[in-house]
T-cell receptor, first 121, second 117 residues
Framework: GENVEQHPSTLSVQEGDSAVIKCTYSDSASNYFPWYKQELGKGPQLIID?????GEKKDQRIAVTLNKTAKHFSLHITETQPEDSAVYFCAARGGSTIDNAGGTSYGKLTFGQGTILTVHP | ETGVTQTPRHLVMGMTNKKSLKCEQH?????MYWYKQSAKKPLELMFVYNFKEQTENNSVPSRFSPECPNSSHLFLHLHTLQPEDSALYLC????????????????FGPGTRLTVT
């Protein structure tokens, strides 16, 4: 099955600096890579995702890059703000399998261990 | 919020109790998921339902019993749990899986913080 490794486990930056979180995955058939932000007392919220047919995607201060050859992808946050402080999770969706009902299932999300990001004012 | 609600938000139960967690999604999705989130561990997928049919059971002990009466509601029935089952239980929903080459985004609820004493 898919295995996702995420680093670093904790990251502390000053407001205005950039933050980078990296993930590696093992299943070369994986084709979808979302990033989630989880604030205290809340469930994870999707902040950006990338599909295997592109190498980079940006949304304002957030960007994600994907290197399929090396099987790694990264989250980049520029001009960090204190409200960016949270736990960030990467995930990868593995290749297709046959599900319990006999149909084709396009893989489940496998999550990384999470990164606690702290942005100091 | 995300359109996925979970009740209760907090639950303390003894090992001999029976309780149920409830999830409801208001997004018109057809797939629903239960995840377990323990400290310092990745999110663990427990169950997947597509159009009310269970399509995945990720080797979850039988003391956890899911129920999906319709595409908007998902329950997790709990019975004779162990202290190591204490965790945050997250529900998520998405468009149905297995219907295209690319998946649909999953939207998570706020979770139920479960403590087993």
């Amino acid at each position: 099955g898919e295995n996702v490794e995420q680093h670093p486990s904790t990251l502390s930056v000053q407001e205005g600096d950039s933050a980078v979180i990296k993930c590696t995955y093992s299943d070369s058939a994986s084709n979808y890579f979302p990033w989630y932000k989880q604030e205290l007392g809340k469930g994870p919220q999707l902040i950006i995702d990338i599909r295997s047919n592109v190498g980079e995607k940006k949304d304002q201060r957030i960007a994600v890059t994907l290197n399929k050859t090396a099987k790694h992808f990264s989250l980049h946050i520029t001009e960090t703000q204190p409200e960016d402080s949270a736990v960030y999770f990467c995930a990868a969706r593995g290749g297709s399998t046959i599900d319990n009902a006999g149909g084709t299932s396009y893989g489940k999300l496998t999550f990384g261990q999470g990164t606690i990001l702290t942005v100091h004012p | 919020e995300t359109g996925v609600t979970q009740t209760p938000r907090h639950l303390v139960m003894g090992m001999t109790n029976k309780k149920s967690l409830k999830c409801e999604q208001h997004l018109g999705h057809n797939a629903m998921y239960w995840y377990k989130q323990s400290a310092k561990k990745p999110l663990e997928l427990m169950f997947v339902y597509n159009f009310k049919e269970q399509t995945e059971n990720n080797s979850v002990p039988s003391r956890f019993s899911p129920e999906c009466p319709n595409s908007s509601h998902l329950f997790l029935h709990l019975h004779t749990l162990q202290p190591e089952d204490s965790a945050l239980y997250l529900c998520a929903s998405s468009q149905a899986t297995g219907t295209s080459g690319f998946p649909y985004e999953q939207y998570f609820g706020p979770g139920t913080r479960l403590t087993v004493t």
